[in-house]
């Protein structure tokens, strides 16, 4: 791991390049409660292109902030991305879920020199059910096995696979895990992807019930030049689940972007 700091902070972020500096550059943006490393697949990629992915604030080996939910939360893991952006020169933004909020936001919001959006498991809103709320909040034991029921986080995992995501929100804990889902329950960029002309993707999983392809397609609608791409036998962590599946849709992507 490396880091960067910035706004009196660190954060940590992995990085690799087999390429000799080919290629834009991918860098990827965890969810809520996440961490980079279920982006370890994608760097299979790195021999075509660098590969980076963060830990946002209060992630893996990442400082925390002291930021409510929300806006500053947001624009915080915003930085966070901005400043790894900056020290790698990665400018194709690979999001998923609140991480594809983070990379919407910087397209919008952040003067920097992207080549392309990639989103997944994503949408221009991200509502959490209210229910979801409330466990995470009262009782997270709960809210962690709603998360792994099928077809939410994963469609059919192996058993370590899926004891792997238990322990991974363990090991973020209920305080930021609570706070990345209330940002992204008040994320919304409906009304403003006009705004943005990068080229994209949009890749869901098939069984994916917590943003599904819906949420997806309309990226495929209202951004410019963005297409809908869908990864079969994944549900919400399709580049977890299907990692071949998931990195030959970002190929098909890198292909677009670099003719």
Known sequence: METVRHHGRST???????????????????????????????????????????DLSGHGESDD???????ETLSAYTDDLE???????CSVLVGHSLGAAVALWAALERDLDLAGLVLTGAGPRLPVLSDLLEWLADDFEEAVEFLHEPDRLFHDPTPERREASINRLRKTGQAVTVRDFRTANRFNVIGRLDEIELPAAAVVGEYDQLTPLRYHQHFGEELSDCSVLRIQEAAHLAMLEQPQAFNAALSVFLDRIMR
């Open 83 to 89: 400043a790894v952006v900056e020290a790698t020169d």
């Open 12 to 54: 940590a972020y992995s990085y690799s390049d087999r390429s000799n500096g080919s290629g834009p550059g991918c860098c990827c943006i965890h969810g809520s409660g996440g961490s980079h490393a279920v982006w370890n697949g994608q760097f299979q990629l790195a021999s075509r292109t660098p590969v980076a992915a963060l």
């Open 65 to 71: 902030i002291d930021a409510d939910a929300g806006y």
